[in-house]
Structures are given as C-alpha cells and as structure tokens.
C-alpha cells in the first residue's frame, strides 16, 4: 500500500471481507473524510470513518480492529516500550494493578506493549522460516493473568480512599467496574499482537484471520459464553429491525395481485389501454407460529436465541407457542419471556421447569415428534408456521418421518433451521437429509442468516 487512496481501498475490502456491507457511496464519503480530516489525528479520524462506513449496529468492534491494523499508531515496538526496557512478569503485574487502580489509559496502553513484547513473541529466532512466527495475546495475557489482580486493585482503591466504602458499593460497582477495565486492558493486548504480527505476516492476512466476526456473524455451535451473551443483547436491535422489515412486506402484499379481467374491463373506456389497473385486494391476517426447538446442549444457544428473538417478534404474529424437547416435548411459551429474568439463563430454566428429559439425556427427534403429533396436534392448524430448531443428529435412532409428515400435513407450512453447514448433514448421526426429504430444512449458522430466513420464510 503505497499511498493513502490505496490504504483506504484496502481498509474497505478488509471491512468487506468480514462481512460488513460497505458500498461505493460509504467508500466515497469515507474517501471525503479522508481527506478533510487527514492522518495527523488518527482517533478523529477513527470516528470520522467510523460515521462514514458503518450503517448497522455491532458492527463496531469489527471496524475498531480493522482500523488499527490499516492505520496503527505505530509501527514496530513503540519507542516508550523500547525505552522503558523489559520487564519482569512480577513487575509488570505490579504497574499494570496500579493503572488498573488509576484508569490510567495511557499508561495501560503501554502496558500492553511492554507485555507483548516481552511475554508474547513466538516462533521467532534462529533457524525459524522468514515471515514465520508473531505475538500472541492468548500466550501474553496467559503468562500475566490479569483477572487474578482484582482484588490487588480494589484493596488499591480503598486504601486510596481513606475509608471503606458501603458495601453495596463494594460487592456491586467497584468489582464490575473493575472487570471492565481488565476486559478493556485485554482488548489492547489483542490489538497490539495483531499490529505487530501484521507487521511481519501482512496486514490483509491478518485482517482475513485474526479478526473475531460481528456479533450477527458469530456461528452458534461455536460461541463462547460471552459471545452468546452478546448475541442475546443483540436480541431487541435486531427484533425492531425485523418488525420493520416484516411490516413492510405486509404492506406491499396487501395491494394484492393485479385482476387481469377487471384491468381490461376498465382499459376499454381508454381505449383498451390499461391506465387504471385492478387489484385483488387481501385481507391482512397475521400468522400463528410454532417453535419446536432441540434443547440440548450441543445447540442450547441457537434455540434460546431463536426463542428470545421470536418472543421479542411476538406482535407480528396472531399467536406464539414455543414447545422445547430433548427426548420428550413440553410448551415452554411460559418460560419464553424475554423480559423476565436473565435471558441467559433461558436454557437452563427450561431443562429445570419442563419436562424435556426422559430416561436418557440424549437427543431423540424420531420420539419428540412423535409426542408433539399426538399430545399437541391442536397447537397446529391451517393458518400455523412451524419452525423446527435442532441440529437432527438423532443418535442413531428411528427418525420417525410419518409423524413429521403429519406435521406438515396439518400446518400451513412447515421449515426446519439447522445451525450446523449441509456438508455435515450426511455425517455420523445426523438424520438430515431424511428430514429435509419430507421439509424443506435451511443452515441457519448465525444471526443474520437466521434474520433473512425469519423475514423471507415466515408468511404474511
């Protein structure tokens, strides 16, 4: 990257490349931006790109960590690193509580360069391949361990005070606050080993790789329990969106389709042209919808999530009933209610509460279904979408496919939603491609595909 045009074209494609949707009227204004604001403040600029790309919510860490691998504040070990020499684990763990204590982010910025150099370099030195090697933040921040300084910080703060604080203060505030301040710390960690690894594998490489998703990309079978708890707080922004696009479709569809015979009738006082064409007009009716999600723990965070985001969605909808199994079926529409209680804690609320498990704690889609037709065939109607949730790894059992074909006999229609890629639906124990004979069955692996299947399958 020669010149700054190019460095911005490539920052672009990179945003690109994780799947944010940038155009050429965003990359023109950021091109604007550019050049008004000009390199010499590099967080002005930050927000000035930041207003000029981004068009969707969670897209911001994404764009924070882009943006410092295209435009660093240094390049190399920074000089205040190099100045201040190497430092040992204990001291370093000494400096870092004190800036922890004193939200010094000046000085917690170079911290996390003296860490990653003196605690995260790999793969480098005689012998090793050119271009090999880097700095890693998970060996860093595994040899300095700064969530063990959280109560080496407090004792800081209180000893600082003078006075003990009320303990409501010190058992809530002060240790939430705290721990963000150490998220934060990690946060500059990654940020500095993916500039200097950058700096020796390439800056498109490392964009392409070391870049965690946005929030809408993560794939469910494989997120950690923090990203599923952003994904959970995504659940309301994204439930508005929706509404609104699923609003919109029922406007448009409620013009109906054109009545050819009416249109011609009415051309023949223009003289057969059809200047004022006719439309069969549809009475709005809005849909009943049915879950019927797998609970079990290898797909625990796609249903709930599911669940969270159709319960929030429950205005556009007649009525909502959410039915959950492992190897039995039980209505959970109760126990769905977003706004009460943890949402995290949806999943295990409702293998506590419902009877979900019978004698074996394995999945068993052949007898839940089984069970759904004959306990809760009422649940189902014409005017009923079904939305099965579950990965149909069956455990070798009988797929029982009659009684999923009665489900789709009696509903208006019936998807099935599988989290996991269909190269794996013909693998080991899944009864997938049996299933989607009968259904139609959609990978749904993150957010925004589930967001486009809900908007596209769902009927008006």
Known sequence: MSGVPERLTAFV?????NALRVGPAETV??????????????????EGLAAALLRAQGQRAVFDATFDLYFPAGVGEREAVRESGELTVAELREQLAAALAADDQA????????????LGRFGQGPGQAPGGGGWSAHQTLDRLRPQTLLARVLDALREGRGERPPEATVERLEPDEIRRRIAAFRALVAGEARRRTAELRGTEEIARRAIAPSVDQIDFLFAGR????ELRRAVRPLSRKLATHLAARRRRAARGRIDVRRTVRRSLGTGGVPLRPAYRRRRPQRPELVLLCDVSSSVAGFSDFTMLLVQALREEFSRVRVFAFVNQVDEVTGLVDARAGDPGELARRITAEAAVLGYHPYSDYGTALGEFTERYRSAVGPRSSVLILGDARNNNRDPNLPALRELARRARRVHWLNPEQPGSWSTGDSAALAYAGVVPMH?????????ELITRLLPL
């Not at 204004?29 to 930050?46: F, P, Y």
């Not at 923090?226 to 708890?229: D, S």
């Not at 990978?443 to 967001?451: I, K």
């Open 13 to 17: 494609q990179a945003l690109r490349a």
């Open 226 to 229: 923090e990203q599923l708890a």
């Open 107 to 118: 000085a917690l910025a170079q911290l996390a360069g003296q860490a990653v150099q003196a």
């Open 29 to 46: 204004d950021a091109g604007e931006v550019l050049a008004v604001l000009g390199l010499a403040h590099r967080e002005r600029l930050r």
């Open 443 to 451: 990978p749904c692996r993150n957010a925004r595909q589930l967001g």
